[in-house]
Every structure is written in structure tokens, then in C-alpha cells.
């Protein structure tokens, strides 16, 4: 079974501070999503990454897939309130398998 | 429009019922999913259907069992409740299973089994 793990489980910070979410995996992904669920809400896609090193920038998110596609991170910039919200990753591809396996989470909070 | 619509939002119900939970979606996508996440937000795949057809059908206890009377329903019924169900469990759907589809979720559907 593929692991992504992903750090830091939670965090919390003040409008305005930059912050970065890590997803690793020792399997080799052929793509990796990133999600965004508000409560009482399904997951929404942000974004996919299919090619190693590739890095996708969305206002003020910034996603990268390592180049080994083992791993991603995401970046904000400038948090705002309406950031806040559980950020999960999903690889897919991994061992022939097209279902995407999903990480924990990273549950973000930002205070005004 | 709702893409992914499920009913019913809520569901509390005793141990031992028979309920189901209803999945629509109306983007034209071939695969359907069910997935159910924990109290800790973990994700995890349970079925997938392909044009009402099942391809993937994790381990779950066979008392979960989907129905797909169309392409665009995914039904999840669930015999002899226990505790341990509860949990939010999600529909989704994508364009087809290939790898790296993007899905589209549900809002969810809370069952609490007391």
C-alpha cells in the first residue's frame, strides 16, 4: 500500500505569514493532486503535477513536484483567513494503480 | 447545479439497520467512486465503478454494497450498521480512471450509527 505523509499535521498562523505544506512518499507517483476541504464540504482540486520538478503557481499558492516525483510541497504566500481549510495531497500511478492514494492532511487555521 | 449531489447530508441511525446512500452526478464523467474518511480526515477508496460497471472494489466488510443503475448514479447500501461505519463517506466521479483524473467530490454524507 502507497504512504504519503504528509507535514505538518496542523498548523496555525496569522494572516498575512507564509507557510509551506510538505506530502512525501517513498513510492514514484505518475501524477499528484492537491486538495483543498472546508468543513462540511468534499475535497475541491486545486491542482494536479504530472512531470518531475514541475512547479504550478495559483494566486498566491505555489505547488512543486519533487523531481523524483516521490514528494510535492505547497506554498502560500501571504496566508488570508480564507485559506483555512484541511490541504490534502493524493498521488496516483503508483505500482499500476490509477486510484489515488490520499495523505492525512495538513488542517490549516489563519487568524486574522 | 450541484455536480456531485448526495443524499442524504446527514444520517443518524441505530445498530443493526439497513440504510443507503445516494450518489448523482450530472458532468457526463464515466467513473464513479465511494470513499470513506475517518474521524482523522483519512481518505480512503472503497469502490469504483467505470460506465456501471465495477472495477476496483477495495476491502470493505460485504455488507457495503454499491449499485450502479446508470453511469451517472452510484448508490452505496450498507446492511447490519455497526459503530465502527460511522464515519463521512464521499461520492466522487471523474472523467475516466486514468491516471491522474481529477475528481469531482460530494459535500458528503455523515452517518452516525449510535
Known amino acids: 500500500t502507497q504512504l504519503l505523509e504528509q507535514s505538518p499535521q496542523f498548523l496555525s498562523i496569522q494572516e498575512g505569514e507564509n507557510l509551506t505544506v510538505y506530502c512525501n512518499s517513498s513510492s514514484v507517483f505518475s501524477s499528484l493532486q492537491w486538495y483543498r476541504q472546508e468543513p462540511g464540504e468534499g475535497p475541491v482540486l486545486l491542482v494536479t503535477v504530472v512531470t518531475g520538478g514541475e512547479v504550478k503557481k495559483l494566486k498566491r499558492l505555489t505547488f512543486q513536484f519533487g523531481d523524483a516525483r516521490k514528494d510535492s510541497s505547497l506554498h502560500i504566500t501571504a496566508a488570508q483567513t480564507g485559506d483555512t481549510g484541511l490541504y490534502l495531497c493524493a498521488g496516483a500511478g503508483s505500482g499500476g494503480s490509477y486510484i489515488p492514494t490520499f495523505g492525512r492532511g495538513t488542517s490549516l487555521i489563519v487568524h486574522p | 447545479d450541484t455536480a456531485v449531489s448526495q443524499t442524504p447530508k446527514y444520517l443518524v441511525t441505530q445498530m443493526g439497520n439497513d440504510k443507503s446512500i445516494k450518489c448523482e452526478q450530472n458532468l457526463g464523467h464515466d467513473t464513479m467512486y465511494w470513499y470513506k474518511q475517518d474521524s482523522k480526515k483519512f481518505l480512503k477508496i472503497m469502490f469504483s465503478?467505470?460506465?456501471?460497471?465495477?472495477?476496483i472494489n477495495e476491502t470493505v466488510p460485504n455488507r457495503f454494497s454499491p449499485k450502479s443503475p446508470d453511469k451517472a448514479h452510484l448508490n452505496l447500501h450498507i446492511n447490519s450498521l455497526e459503530l465502527g461505519d460511522s464515519a463521512v463517506y464521499f461520492c466522487?466521479?471523474?472523467?475516466?480512471?486514468?491516471?491522474?483524473?481529477?475528481?469531482?467530490f460530494g459535500s458528503g454524507t455523515r452517518l452516525t450509527v449510535v
Open positions: 466522487a466521479s471523474s472523467q475516466t480512471p486514468a491516471t491522474g483524473g481529477d475528481y469531482t
Open positions: 465503478y467505470n460506465n456501471k460497471e465495477l472495477i
